[in-house]
């Protein structure tokens, strides 16, 4: 269970925003949700910033009231939409989206997303002195000090229930199969969903694997009986690596298919994690915000929410567990 702190509110906010950033993850709308009904109970007024950034400079605000926020919390995407803004690189961007909330009565912002819109929230704090918390939110899990973030654990759902298919089709014709995950910098999702999906192979950026190493794990598979195989490659910075892999392993006597799952890992209804790790996060920036803080993120340390600023978060690379990938490694022999 999350330890959830107590948080005395020390300044009196009458109205703030809340905005979603970068990639979609699954459970943002759960977040927006409990960032505008923690904020309402607590006598503060919620705009909705739509489009992220980009929505922000176009000056594109909704009042959010308990209602509007109604039946979202089962809905993947999210509710408020999200942008990369370039344009949000200049600092005298950031003076203007500064200029902007101002005018229009805001305090306080609630920024959802991940390292990019972690940067841009910092920046837009430390030149304008305007108060920011960050939640977050990308399917990557790929955020320093926090253990999870908004949308892995159903972007890993949704991958396994793929695999566990994959695999019934893979044992029918006795194949290889290369599983492509998201993950171009990070192998957080490939590992999870190796590990759960009692892949033979994992491969991802941190750690590489020559072709002679993955055909001796299927060679060793096959000396035990095996008659098929499923590999998980996470997608790397350039497109087309499974592709490229899946030739190499054939010309090495091992014919492989490739199956990309792609943007399916980033729809679909939030799982129930997701759902209470949004929740929680949602009112914890609010209630931080209401108690002085700000220019940091809300993450979980050790199943208890923490508040990080985000000079530790930005730019900082989070790794992945080498005892699970060992394990993994050794499951798979």
Do not use: W
């Not at 960032?35 to 910033?49: E, L, P, S």
């Not at 890993?156 to 290889?176: F, G, K, L, Q």
């Not at 055909?215 to 790397?236: H, L, M, N, P, Q």
């Not at 108690?291 to 050790?302: D, H, L, P, R, T």
Request: glycine share 10%.
């Amino acid at each position: 269970m999350l330890k959830i702190p107590t948080i005395q509110a020390r300044k009196k906010y009458s109205s703030i925003g809340v905005l979603t950033s970068g990639g979609d993850a699954p459970g943002m709308n759960a977040a927006i949700r409990a960032v505008v009904r923690y904020a309402i109970v607590h006598g503060c007024q919620v705009h909705g910033i739509l489009r992220g950034y980009s929505g922000l400079l176009d000056e594109q605000m909704i009042p959010l009231e308990a209602t509007s926020v109604a039946n979202i919390i089962q809905r993947g995407g999210t509710l408020l939409k999200t942008d990369r803004c370039e344009a949000f690189f200049k600092k005298s961007t950031r003076k203007k989206a500064a200029e902007i909330l101002r005018k229009k009565g805001l305090e306080g912002l609630v920024v959802i997303g991940g390292d990019g819109s972690f940067t841009g929230a910092h920046l837009l704090e430390k030149e304008n002195d305007f108060p920011v918390i960050g939640v977050p939110g990308t399917i990557d899990n790929d955020i320093a000090q926090t253990d999870d973030t908004i949308g892995f654990d159903t972007a890993v759902s949704t991958a396994i229930e793929a695999i566990d298919r994959i695999r019934d089709t893979a044992s029918s014709h006795d194949r290889t199969f290369l599983v492509e995950v998201m993950g171009r910098s990070s192998g957080f999702i490939a590992l999870q969903v190796g590990m759960a999906g009692g892949a033979e192979t994992i491969i991802i950026p941190e750690r590489k694997q020559s072709i002679q190493n993955i055909c001796e794990t299927i060679d060793r598979g096959i000396r035990r009986g095996k008659t098929s195989s499923i590999i998980v490659v996470a997608e790397g910075q350039k497109p087309g690596l499974s592709a490229r892999l899946a030739q190499e392993l054939s010309q090495s006597g091992h014919p492989a298919k490739v199956c990309i799952l792609g943007h399916t890992q980033r729809g679909g209804t939030p799982t129930a994690h997701d759902r209470v790790l949004a929740s929680v996060l949602g009112a914890s920036a609010v209630a931080y915000l209401m108690a002085g803080k700000s220019s940091a993120m809300v993450g979980i340390q050790n199943s208890q929410v923490a508040l990080v600023p985000f000079s530790k978060v930005i730019g900082v690379k989070k790794q992945v567990s080498q005892d699970l990938l060992q394990l993994a490694q050794e499951l798979s022999s």
